[in-house]
């Protein structure tokens, strides 16, 4: 089946700080999402990319689908400490009915203040 | 935006003894749920999804008379466990999709611990 390959599994970094984060996978989605799951917590959406080369912001956060469709990254500028959390990747090839999302292992991020 | 709400927000039961879980979309019909686990430090991992009307489709290794859903209305399935046993405790997540929205939104998900 479909894989994806979520990177860095886990980043400190200092407030203020830029972070950078990424999935690459073996085969296409025709959709990428970009999730943060807090301790508890359901995934709640933060970017959503739907078009191949697409660029979108939302906030300070920025996401990018790659323009092979088979990857897309996540930036956080100026990181605050409630950027705590798991950002998860996930991909969606959606026709149909059918809208199974397929997960990266996720990326755990610790901001120090 | 589309809301989707997950009841109870954790659970503790004795072993052997079923447990339901429901998941609702609020402000639209979802014709499709899906059902997630997911173990601590680990991702999601998609168990079934559930079709209003029909039988749920259930990913390869997940057992359907243990994990029964039930998709009766279009905003409201639910998740039983049953005959929990200890390794059956986990974070249980729901998603929701209808005809204008993409499964984009979760519910806060479920916590089951089973003694």
């Known amino acids: 089946g479909q894989q994806l390959n979520q990177s860095p599994q886990s980043m400190f970094i200092q407030e203020g700080e830029d972070v950078s984060m990424n999935c690459t996978s073996s085969?296409?989605?025709?959709?990428w999402l970009w999730y943060k799951q807090d301790p508890g917590e359901g995934p709640v959406l933060l970017i959503a990319l739907y078009k191949a080369g697409e660029l979108t912001s939302n906030g300070r956060l920025t996401a990018q689908f790659g323009i092979t469709r088979k990857d897309s990254f996540l930036n956080i500028s100026a990181s605050i400490p409630s950027d705590v959390g798991i950002y998860f990747c996930?991909?969606?090839?959606?026709?149909?009915?059918?809208?199974?999302?397929?997960f990266g292992k996720g990326t755990l991020l610790t901001v120090n203040p | 935006g589309a809301v989707v709400s997950q009841h109870p927000s954790w659970v503790i039961c004795k072993s052997g003894t079923s447990v339901k879980i429901e998941c609702r979309s609020l402000?639209?019909?979802?014709?499709?749920m899906f059902w997630y686990r997911q173990f601590p430090k680990q991702s999601l991992m998609l168990m079934a999804t559930s079709n209003e009307g029909s039988k749920a489709t259930y990913e390869q290794g997940v057992e359907k008379d243990k994990f029964l859903i039930n998709h009766a209305s279009l905003t409201l399935s639910t998740l039983t466990v049953t005959s929990a046993h200890p390794e059956d405790s986990s974070f249980y997540i729901c998603?929701?999709?209808?005809?204008?929205?993409?499964?984009?939104?979760f519910g806060n998900g479920t916590r089951l611990t089973v003694t």
């Open positions: 996930a991909g969606l090839n959606s026709g149909g009915s059918n809208y199974k999302l397929t």
């Open positions: 998603s929701a999709s209808g005809t204008n929205y993409s499964p984009l939104h």
């Open positions: 085969s296409i989605f025709n959709t």
């Open positions: 402000d639209f019909q979802a014709t499709t």
